[in-house]
């Protein structure tokens, strides 16, 4: 039993008491503690109290959080009007509430996390998208933290939590002039404008799914690509695939947005991708593809036609030109034609020198003269 004593508003309950402040036993004591431990404890509880560091409702604090209630409470307060990325952030938000939603905040594990990855991949995505989506999750978790609704973070290496997937932001894969073919031909004219408005405009898929018509300028031939990746927004000529796809599209002067679900909001991509891409991409036997394959090969092609790469980049919404040098290689004869300008290295002349070292001779001695 204890003793309930009120102390700067809290009762206190120390150990050998009962409520009324008189000795009890148990049958399954042989004695009850001394005085004098009841009043070493009585006392602690005091300090405590007076130090703020005493808090019998800490029960109440560890009630269940759910991750989607946090996430939500967590983009309202901090992403939402305060980021320039909120937009992807919010995405972020929804995603993952969409398949751990349910899971409480504090019992949250890397396996859960590892789970998550697993399935990410599986709808196609690469290191880098699932990635961004780790990261804001990390960010949040680490206020999760910070405000002791968690005990540890389950993504980051540093206390043996998940890791992030090491990006091969190298890889180049797009679509081959028969791979294209056996593409239209497995997803049918109903759903190949998406396909083919992604080849021809290079935008992401995110920006491409929320396309609203607001942004898309048949009077200049532009179209207006908002909050993308890269922060700035960009603008992107429409050629006449792209005007002749959009002017016949049931959505156009009807609905918001460009590629609209069946109730008219913006189209759910992964719902698109699951229930139509993949399926496409198996049906055509076209390995190693993913949708944002589709913006590779936008670039690729411009490469591949002689476009000069600061354009490709312009076009592609890149932050840095450093970006496009991935595809540098795909510029037709650039590497081999600035190699062939040796060529003369290997042809002698009659003193016994060639015209490419000669060359420099004379630029070096007409700088010291």
């Known amino acids: 039993m204890m003793d309930r004593r009120a102390v700067f508003g809290k009762a206190v309950l120390v150990p050998g008491t009962s409520g009324t402040g008189t000795s009890t036993t148990s049958s399954t004591r042989k004695r009850s503690a001394p005085k004098e431990l009841a009043e070493q404890v009585y006392a602690k509880r005091v300090a405590q109290i007076a130090e703020g560091k005493f808090f019998p409702d800490r029960e109440i604090r560890r009630r269940r959080h759910p ?105 180049v894969r797009y679509l081959s002039d028969d791979e294209e073919t056996r593409l239209h031909e497995a997803i049918g004219d109903i759903h190949w404008p998406l396909v083919e408005f992604a080849i021809h405009t290079g935008l992401r898929q995110a920006n491409q799914f929320n396309l609203p018509w607001t942004d898309v300028d048949f009077t200049v031939g532009i179209i207006t690509v908002r909050n993308p990746k890269g922060g ?74 002689g476009v000069p790469l600061l354009t490709v980049s ?31 290295s290997a042809i002698g002349t009659r003193s016994g020198t060639d015209p490419y070292h000669e060359k420099r001779r004379r630029r070096t001695k007409a700088a010291t003269t």
């Open 314 to 344: 312009k076009l592609m919404g890149h932050a840095t030109p450093t970006m496009t040098l991935r595809y540098a290689h795909l510029a037709p004869g650039h590497l081999a034609d600035a190699v062939r300008n040796l060529d003369g």
């Open 67 to 171: 991750l989607k209630e946090f996430l939500a409470k967590f983009v309202k307060e901090h992403v939402t009007g305060k980021l320039k990325n909120a937009d992807h952030e919010e995405r972020y938000s929804r995603t993952i509430s969409a398949a751990l939603g349910t899971r409480d905040v504090r019992s949250l594990t890397k396996d859960d996390v590892a789970e998550y990855v697993t399935q990410r991949k599986a709808d196609g995505l690469e290191d880098s998208p699932v990635n961004r989506e780790l990261s804001f999750l990390r960010k949040a978790m680490n206020h999760a933290v910070a405000m002791k609704l968690a005990d540890q973070n389950p993504i980051g290496g540093r206390h043996g939590g998940h890791k992030l997937a090491k990006e091969n932001n190298v890889r």
């Open 232 to 305: 700035e927004d960009y603008r992107v000529p429409m050629n006449s695939t792209v005007k002749k796809l959009l002017a016949a599209l049931p959505s156009r002067l009807k609905l918001e947005f460009v590629f609209p679900s069946s109730t008219g909001t913006a189209m759910g991509s992964q719902n698109f991708l699951h229930r139509v891409f993949v399926p496409a991409l198996a049906r055509a036997k076209i390995t190693d593809f993913h949708w944002h394959d589709l913006r590779h090969t936008f670039a690729s092609r411009l490469v591949m036609a």
